[in-house]
């Protein structure tokens, strides 16, 4: 920061006036519109009334499925986010190492973040049909089964399977952020801490875990949004079926409001979802704060 | 350097290869598989166990055994009785005898047969005779002298006995799964006449292992109830193997504990990379199957049997190239406005201090926490009164906002990373701060900016669910909602569904592996430094 540039105090606020044009048209009125439609009576058709205050949020509360579809919304995020985390920062340690063949592995690991969802979801889905399923094909002809077994054989299950393509499409991201932050790390702590006698694990947590946890706190906090907020994967491979019980709220939200035509209820579910980020992003956030600024 | 502490070490290795090897062998050559054949089977109703029918029925089948027996077999009979109670409350009974035979078979016995297992067992074979001989030619007047001291020929020797050794390992699971392939599947299928080529070449080895060739035409029939087991004990044989496999590595290095991590190390690596490959392997063969095999009850090839390429021009003509040139549009035009909005923005987070930072920073991390769907019908309403419902133009700039919290979250981590020094120098020479900016900033931090961009490229062309709720035309789709008419509720064309799905796929992961590098250093810096 220094003080030549600021030779108008209006300056700044004119070079960020294109961006904050762009993102307050499309994506702050949009909020607002939510909030408002929220509180607003809403008919089938799409037609907007007057002012109905919590009603929407009742009739969201007690729609049949919100209960389930909370609950799922939980378990994905926890599972997805948590387990993602941990299989990425394993990964990130081993790919950190010198091997040959380093540069080919880490393009490979960055293959599931550059494709589309949808994509990965349909793919997924042909593996593991159980009919004509790739899965099956693979381990039948490799010998390992030998039977075809039916991958998806009750909802429960297929709710796994979303949940493991969910980390499988998270893990790189992860595993970039640590890597990023392993990098940053100098070696010579390492030989000292060598010195000092120190083993691998107390090398771990006294020197990595430190070290990349600004990584990681960026990664877990966009992990949660976009988790929270993944839409194609639920919607490609069950599409919630059946009857909501592998829904996540974002995938409910959309059938509430374009198949089901409910859009009161689903406004208010909207802005219960942003105010669960809202909240869970700020504990987060501070009490990632307030452990940096005790040490 | 000689010494009597590396002798004993050496020794006890080369026992321990030695003795691995023999034991494997001694494992190949105990009746690890158990055969069960059904050679004859009669089913007789309305008989009771032992009534005259019944022994009329036994006598018979008895007979049949002891005409197999006759020829050498060793032939069981097995009664299974079945009772019911009919509609008229009438116990009746139906009792199956077979003829079964057991053999039991040793893996060696499989050798020379010539099933593709046997040829695996071939080469195990030999790798560990190899191994065995490049071992005693590599230790051979060096037993005493310290691995660091080796001549680089003893050096090789050993290495290559090492090799062996672990090709050997690996083969192990190979032979297991191919004869489990073998005998458990392959038949089933060739009597399914669901293949055939080769099947009487295959049945002839099968009589030649099983009943040493007695069986000859009826052999079909005796493999109908064929049902095989191998013993646990076969699995003994991966320890045995890398028991001698770490001596070897023993033998070369002094210490095994180095080559172990190291082998861990690749082994994971591999393990990752192939799960990681596999659903674009899926994707691939299925985009050039025909649709008969995509559809395959019965998984019988893991390839194609035939390539089809015009899986590729059938699907030109239902869009896809449309759909493509939509995606370029959309994407494209999301990174050059996200860009023209996000560089002056990061510039001046990055570089100048104002009241207020904080809000906008607050204003911008705000803007990623909604998704797209949650704003979803905030965002049609806002379309509609726009005029921009179901126009790629719209799609653009939805794109380009809900990028601008990543892009200038990139970019300012760039651009803090760049000392200052040059600009001023530059501001002091006459230019402006928008001279500044263009001729001295964004020139050195190009490859960041690069970055940037094909960050903010990729997410807008891999972006599908704004896209599906704001594009109702046809041919105002991007591809990723595009390809989603190859799967409607009753029928999916999956051989034209990963076609389509592989030329989105193909360009942005050649996109994103040429900015891998600067992602390790790029991500998180924008959010750590400055």
Request: with cysteine; charged share 15%; aromatic share 12%.
């Amino acid at each position: 920061m220094y003080s030549p540039l600021n030779r108008n105090k209006w300056e700044p606020y004119i070079w960020l006036l294109p961006s904050i044009l762009l993102i307050a048209i499309f994506v702050i009125f949009p909020i607002i519109i939510v909030f408002k439609l929220s509180f607003s009576e809403i008919s089938k058709a799409g037609v907007i009334g007057g002012f109905v205050g919590f009603q929407n949020y009742k009739d969201a509360v007690q729609l049949p499925a919100f209960k389930t579809v909370m609950l799922n919304t939980f378990w994905w995020v926890i599972s997805v986010v948590g387990i993602s985390t941990v299989l990425g920062f394993i990964i990130a340690m081993v790919f950190n190492q010198k091997f040959h063949g380093r540069k080919i592995a880490r393009a490979i690991l960055v293959f599931p973040w550059a494709t589309s969802l949808v994509i990965q979801a349909s793919v997924w889905n042909y593996i593991i049909k159980y009919e004509y399923g790739s899965l099956n094909s693979v381990l039948l002809n490799l010998g390992i089964i030998k039977q075809a077994i039916n991958w998806r054989s009750s909802y429960q299950i297929e709710f796994i399977w979303e949940c493991g393509v969910g980390i499988f499409v998270t893990v790189p991201f992860v595993a970039f952020c640590v890597l990023s932050g392993l990098q940053s790390i100098d070696n010579s702590l390492y030989e000292a801490a060598t010195v000092d006698g120190a083993g691998f694990w107390s090398k771990l947590w006294r020197i990595t875990l430190p070290m990349v946890r600004p990584s990681l706190t960026v990664s877990t906090v966009l992990n949660i949004i976009y988790v929270f907020n993944s839409f194609p994967i639920v919607y490609t491979m069950t599409k919630g079926a059946p009857a909501n019980k592998t829904d996540t709220m974002i995938t409910y939200l959309y059938m509430l409001s374009f198949y089901e035509r409910k859009k009161g209820p689903a406004t208010a579910m909207s802005v219960i979802g942003f105010l669960i980020l809202c909240i869970c992003a700020g504990i987060y956030m501070i009490t990632v704060m307030r452990k940096e600024e005790e040490q | 350097m000689r010494d009597r502490e590396v002798l004993r070490a050496n020794r006890r290795a080369l026992i321990l290869v030695i003795l691995g090897v023999v034991l494997s062998m001694v494992l190949l050559s105990m009746p690890l598989y158990s055969f069960n054949a059904n050679v004859y089977t009669k089913k007789s109703p309305n008989t009771f166990v032992g009534d005259e029918k019944y022994q009329t029925v036994r006598a018979e089948v008895e007979a049949v055994a002891d005409e197999y027996r006759a020829q050498g077999f060793e032939a069981e009979i097995d009664e299974d009785v079945l009772e019911r109670v009919n509609s008229k409350g009438e116990t009746t009974s139906l009792i199956t005898f077979t003829v079964n035979e057991r053999i039991s078979k040793s893996p060696l016995s499989m050798l020379g047969i010539g099933f593709p297992s046997s040829r695996v067992l071939a080469a195990l074979l030999c790798l560990m005779a190899l191994a065995l001989v490049l071992t005693l030619a590599g230790i051979i007047g060096t037993l005493d002298l310290t691995q660091r001291y080796l001549s680089r020929r003893t050096a090789m020797l050993r290495n290559a006995a090492a090799v062996a050794l672990l090709l050997a390992l690996l083969l192990v699971p190979v032979f297991v799964l191919m004869n489990n392939y073998t005998f458990s599947r392959q038949i089933g299928l060739y009597n399914a006449d669901l293949l055939t080529d080769g099947k009487d070449a295959l049945f002839a080895k099968m009589d030649r292992l099983l009943f040493d060739g007695r069986m000859a035409d009826d052999i079909g029939k005796a493999l109908g109830g064929l049902t095989m087991q191998h013993s646990g004990m076969l699995w003994l044989l991966l320890p045995a193997i890398l028991v001698s496999l770490l001596s070897a590595a023993q033998l070369r290095y002094g210490s095994i504990q180095n080559s172990v991590l190291k082998a861990a190390l690749y082994f994971f690596v591999v393990v990752v990379c192939v799960v990681t490959l596999y659903p674009y392997y899926v994707m691939t063969i299925t985009a050039f199957r025909s649709n008969a095999e995509t559809l395959d009850m019965y998984f019988l090839h893991l390839f194609p049997t035939k390539w089809i390429w015009s899986n590729l021009s059938d699907i030109i003509h239902r869009g896809v190239p449309r759909y493509l040139f939509n995606s370029l549009l959309v994407a494209g035009g999301a990174t050059v406005l996200a860009m023209l909005c996000g560089i002056p923005a990061a510039y001046a987070m990055a570089r100048m201090k104002f009241k207020g930072k904080k809000v906008f920073l607050g204003f911008v991390i705000m803007s990623q926490m909604f998704s797209p769907v949650v704003l979803l019908i905030g965002i049609s309403q806002m379309m509609n009164t726009l005029h921009l419902n179901d126009s790629v133009l719209g799609l653009m700039l939805i794109n380009a906002a809900f990028n601008q919290a990543f892009a200038i979250w990139l970019l300012r981590g760039t651009f803090v990373s760049i000392s200052p020094e040059m600009e001023q120098a530059a501001l002091i020479d006459g230019c402006g701060t928008v001279g500044a900016l263009t001729k001295v900033l964004i020139p050195m931090a190009a490859p960041g900016i690069v970055t940037a961009l094909i960050f903010v490229f990729i997410n807008a062309w891999n972006e599908y669910t704004i896209a599906t709720v704001l594009i109702s035309t046809a041919s105002n789709r991007p591809i990723t909602v595009g390809i989603t008419q190859f799967s409607s509720f009753n029928m999916i064309e999956w051989q034209y569904l990963f076609a389509a799905s592989l030329l989105a796929t193909i360009p942005v992961v050649i996109l994103f592996m040429s900015i891998e590098k600067h992602l390790t250093s790029g991500l998180t810096s924008g959010g750590v430094k400055g």
